[in-house]
């Protein structure tokens, strides 16, 4: 039989702690930057970005799901996904809440304007500058 070949699984996080990405040393060649979380064997561990996690690490608003804190700094009742020690310290990756996903949404800047809205926009200021040099034209000329 076989040896199994064993891959970590590794997880990159914002300043606020937030999972931005999950990735496992079958695909990452530097791990600076990436806090490993665990290893094993199998597609779990070597696909991570798809199937380590019980949910896409984004919801469908492009919100992280999950944060990676020290342990002792989890809110209670948090529903952990993994446990795992780091420089001597047990940290934690669990699940962040719907009002904390709702929180980082609403503080999401609004979209740029379309295509449409910016042709829009041109047309009218077009339309409201034609109107201003008619109605110029008309005071010069005696409104003849």
Known sequence: ?????????????DTEGRVTAADSSAFL?????????????????RHAQGNYFPEFLRDDRGICRYMADPLA??????????????NGVEWAIYERTAEEMDAD?????APPPTQQERLDALEQAGLERDAALMELAMMLTGGV
């Not at 039989?1 to 996080?13: F, N, P, Q, R």
């Not at 600076?32 to 597609?43: A, F, H, L, N, Q």
């Open 29 to 45: 060649s530097c791990t600076k930057g990436w806090m490993e979380i665990d290893r094993g064997s199998g597609i779990r561990y």
């Open 105 to 109: 949404y609403a503080s999401l800047p």
């Open 73 to 86: 700094d989890i809110p209670e009742g948090r529903k952990r996904i993994r446990t795992f020690e780091r």
């Open 1 to 13: 039989m076989e040896d199994e070949i064993l891959y970590s699984v590794y997880v990159k996080t």
